[in-house]
């Protein structure tokens, strides 16, 4: 009788902690503010723009957000000081040519100052869709909400604007009421889908990755209504989506003067980073490091002052890293080194286009083989791209962004040997013909 009497003991010790280990499991997943014991002051209506309600009870995590309209310090490659990247860095007037991006191209300031930028950039114009809008209020998830995201971006962006009167704030990744951290972007839960995953299932940790590609992804304006597009039908690494993008003919714009259909990679820092980089293996989010934890007296919350950890090393790096001064040194090495990559597939691309403009202009031109130098400049334009749209110079993940570029300047060397074969001219394999003095390409000899 004993021994029966121990069996069941132990068998209810193991039943109850079995259920222990589900219900910590549980609840390490969900928002702290989901089990807080101190109650709401305020009620947040569902999808509430406005993000001033939203403070009444996260005073600390919207006075940080506040900070993001004033946080314009730059970094060496990045922050969020307001400058021009064509002033920066001429070649991307000659790689843009014929498109918007060669007209106005700067960089983007903090998440107080999103209507400002958008509504100030000459890239937008009487004939811009409110696709244009997608990314920068928190206006937009009650939007889609009522009207849906084909009839949103069906509209011209200035009759948009009414609308539109909040830039980012809570509501762009958080629940009313439960805080529980969101995808809005119907687009971008599309693209979830398409890959077959269901963010309503990834742990918290995860969706403090996940709600930043509410934003933080590349994409394209399908149709003429410009619907906004993720093109992960194939996946998410670049030779995925290029390939998505080849099987639909799709193209932004074509290149002048060389006939080669150009897709615009648009800032795809989630695509990067969750592509095995060191620190998405290990299991750190975007939050970790662009919105650290920070403490006031008793309070521990995360900062919505989203930054450049390279601004607060201490803070964000040093959550992990003891030696924060090595930290530095080895990001600088890293930036340095893809910047060079980037320049040199820049130069590659530009030799590119220039012998591809002067094979298109001979009449002798192999037709075939002048294709196969376009396809070559097309695939060699995004790769570089996808990394040059991205954020932190390559080190979301030093590895991808250095074989993505590496690839890019070799296809463009490769589209110019092309050019220069369907032409018959070994003429066009000349090589620097852009001159940083005097940034123009030179004339072909």
């Avoid at 499991?25 to 989901?34: G, S, Y």
């Avoid at 591809?356 to 037709?367: E, K, L, R, Y």
């Avoid at 050019?419 to 852009?434: E, F, I, K, R, W």
């Amino acid at each position: 009788m004993k021994k029966y009497t121990t069996l069941i003991l132990v068998g209810i010790i193991l039943v109850l902690a079995a259920v222990l280990t589900g219900v910590l499991v549980f609840l390490k997943n969900q928002p702290p503010q989901e089990r807080a014991i101190i109650q709401p002051i305020a009620t947040i209506q569902p999808l509430e723009a406005n993000s001033s309600p939203w403070g009444v009870n996260y005073p600390n995590e919207y006075s940080s957000l506040l900070l993001t309209a004033s946080n314009n310090t730059p970094t060496m490659y990045g922050g969020s000081a307001q400058k021009s990247y064509l002033l920066e860095d001429p070649r991307l007037v000659i790689l843009f040519a014929g498109y918007s991006f060669s007209h106005d191209y700067n960089q983007p300031r903090g998440h107080e100052n999103t209507l400002i930028d958008i509504r100030t950039t000459k890239r937008v114009t009487a004939t811009t869709h409110a696709t244009c809008y997608s990314c920068k209020s928190s206006d937009n998830p009650g939007l889609w909400e009522q009207m849906g995201m084909v009839a949103f971006d069906a509209q011209l962006f200035s009759d948009m604007t009414p609308n539109i009167n909040n830039a980012i704030g809570c509501a762009n990744c958080h629940e009313a009421g439960s805080m529980r951290l969101v995808i809005t972007d119907p687009a971008v839960e599309a693209a979830f889908q398409a890959e077959g995953l269901d963010w309503r299932t990834f742990t918290r940790q995860q969706m403090r990755s996940a709600v930043c590609a509410n934003c933080h992804v590349t994409y394209y304006f399908a149709g003429d209504n410009k619907v906004l597009t993720v093109p992960w039908a194939n996946g998410t690494r670049v030779e995925d989506i290029i390939q998505y993008e080849d099987s639909i003919n799709f193209a932004d714009w074509t290149y002048p003067n060389t006939g080669t259909p150009i897709m615009k990679a648009r800032h795809p820092d989630y695509e990067l980073f969750t592509a095995d980089s060191t620190h998405y293996t290990a299991g750190v989010s975007c939050a970790d490091c662009h919105m650290p934890y920070v403490r006031e007296g008793a309070m521990k919350y995360s900062s919505h002052d989203i930054m450049s950890p390279l601004l607060d090393p201490q803070q964000s790096c040093g959550q992990c890293h003891t030696d924060v001064d090595a930290v530095l040194a080895r990001v600088a090495v890293i930036q340095n080194t893809v910047h060079n990559a980037k320049i040199g597939a820049e130069d590659a691309l530009i030799d590119a286009i220039t012998a591809i403009q002067a094979a298109a202009a001979n009449p002798n031109s192999d037709p075939a083989l002048l294709d196969e130098a376009r396809t070559l400049h097309r695939h060699a334009q995004y790769m570089w791209d996808f990394i040059s749209s991205s954020n932190s110079m390559g080190f979301h993940n030093p590895d991808e962004a250095l074989r993505i570029l590496g690839n890019a300047a070799d296809l463009a060397r490769q589209a110019q040997m092309k050019a220069a074969q369907a032409a018959g001219d070994p003429s066009l394999l000349v090589t620097g013909v852009y001159d940083a003095m005097d940034p123009k390409p030179r004339p072909v000899p």
